[in-house]
């Protein structure tokens, strides 16, 4: 599993410990505030926004897709079990369309709390990515400066040059900074940050300068890149998606 897979499946591991603490002690307050935390920040505005751009279009072989896929299918199942004791209408509308009577089990109700792996367990991949998620709020703040100028419209047109520690650098290695930023491009480098980049008050040794890409906007990913129409059979698009659509196409 990437490392992003294997975060959720830690956050997965951590909110069934809470939850089943929660209903043993009638906190069931605590349990649809920790959930909603859950889907809104975890999910939504982290992982799914990071992974749309690999569940749309790469092809349907590829491993980080693959694996995220089976993230996806995880994350249901978990979400239906915990919800369906508070939404119940909705957990089992939920569960049927996805599963219908193909499970034997065709109601969420004759469920039990699915148990997760303790392998699930990392706290050091964990303590690892809450300070990549730091890095990233800082990238974040400084284009939304850039949208909010017009000098860029979504976040792919960027380019945003990181000026951080070596400390800082070392966490993306292995790892796409761009992808965890949505941008086309992007830089991280340890020298010292020009007086007009943006900051954070209160993160400290993290400043972000961002520009407009040069390259060119793929019309399938959006992506902007530099391989854009290196195929003459594809003349719009990045090689990535010109492969992808012709595996899609036989």
């Known amino acids: 599993m990437p490392e992003l897979e294997r975060w959720v499946?830690?956050?997965?591991?951590e909110l069934d410990k809470l939850v089943r603490d929660s209903c043993e002690n009638f906190e069931f307050h605590t349990i649809y505030t920790e959930i909603h935390n859950f889907c809104a920040l975890d999910l939504s505005a982290f992982?799914?926004?990071i992974r749309k751009d690999c569940l749309y279009c790469d092809t349907a072989d590829n491993m980080t897709r693959r694996a995220s896929r089976t993230i996806l299918n995880e994350i249901f199942k978990y979400l239906t079990a915990w919800c369906a004791p508070f939404i119940c209408f909705t957990a089992e509308e939920a569960w049927l369309a996805h599963f219908g009577n193909e499970s034997t089990n065709n109601s969420v109700h004759l469920r039990?709390?699915?148990?997760?792996?303790?392998?699930w367990c990392d706290h050091t991949l964990f303590s690892k990515w809450t300070k990549i998620r730091t890095v990233r709020r800082v990238v974040t703040g400084a284009l939304e400066i850039e949208r909010a100028e017009k000098r860029i419209g979504s976040s792919l047109e960027a380019h945003p040059t990181v000026y951080t520690t070596s400390e800082n650098i070392d966490l993306f290695d292995k790892l796409s900074p761009a992808e965890i930023f949505i941008t086309s491009n992007a830089t991280l480098t340890s020298n010292k940050a020009p007086s007009n980049a943006f900051v954070i008050e209160d993160i400290k040794n993290i400043a972000v300068l961002s520009k407009r890409s040069t390259d060119t906007k793929c019309s399938r990913c959006y992506q902007f890149r530099s391989d854009v129409g290196k195929l003459t059979d594809?003349?719009?698009?990045?090689?990535?998606?010109a492969k992808?659509?012709?595996a899609y196409n036989g």
């Open 9 to 13: 499946l830690h956050r997965i591991w």
């Open 234 to 241: 594809h003349p719009s698009v990045c090689i990535r998606c």
């Open 47 to 49: 992982y799914l926004d």
């Open 112 to 119: 039990k709390f699915p148990s997760p792996s303790n392998e």
């Open 244 to 246: 992808a659509s012709s």
